[in-house]
């Protein structure tokens, strides 16, 4: 069975920075593209970031230029770098994954990591 685990989150102050890792385990054959989402209280989960097999980016309009999505397809491990952080980036981040394993293919989700942006 294929996981995603996210890790780097934390208690951060404005204009900081913070380095998200998702990794994964299990079987798999290829993975796809992969993403980064959020969701702060009382809100719907949204997309952060995106970034295709062949490292094609895609930003929401709130994080472009501060936030930077990268991946090592050898170790199927995303990342999110996170820069001049402000107080409404505050949220879960839950990564993303098409991944294709043996005789299947699923969308799968972390469990979160939260990021805290608080002076």
């Known amino acids: 069975q294929v996981q995603l685990v996210e890790s780097g989150g934390g208690l951060v102050q404005p204009g900081g920075s913070l380095r998200l890792s998702c990794t994964t385990s299990?079987?798999?054959?290829?993975?796809?593209?992969m993403g980064w989402y959020r969701q702060a209280p009382g809100k719907q989960r949204e997309l952060v970031a995106t970034?295709?097999?062949?490292?094609?980016?895609n930003y929401a309009d709130s994080v472009k230029g501060r936030f930077t999505i990268s991946r090592d397809n050898a170790k199927n491990t995303a990342y999110l770098q996170m820069s001049s952080l402000k107080p409404e980036d505050t949220a879960v981040y839950y990564c993303?994954?098409?991944?294709?394993?043996?005789?299947?293919?699923?969308?799968?989700w972390g469990q979160g990591t939260q990021v805290t942006v608080s002076s």
């Open positions: 970034i295709t097999s062949g490292s094609i980016t």
């Open positions: 993303n994954a098409d991944v294709v394993a043996r005789g299947y293919r699923s969308n799968e």
């Open positions: 299990g079987i798999i054959f290829r993975i796809n593209d």
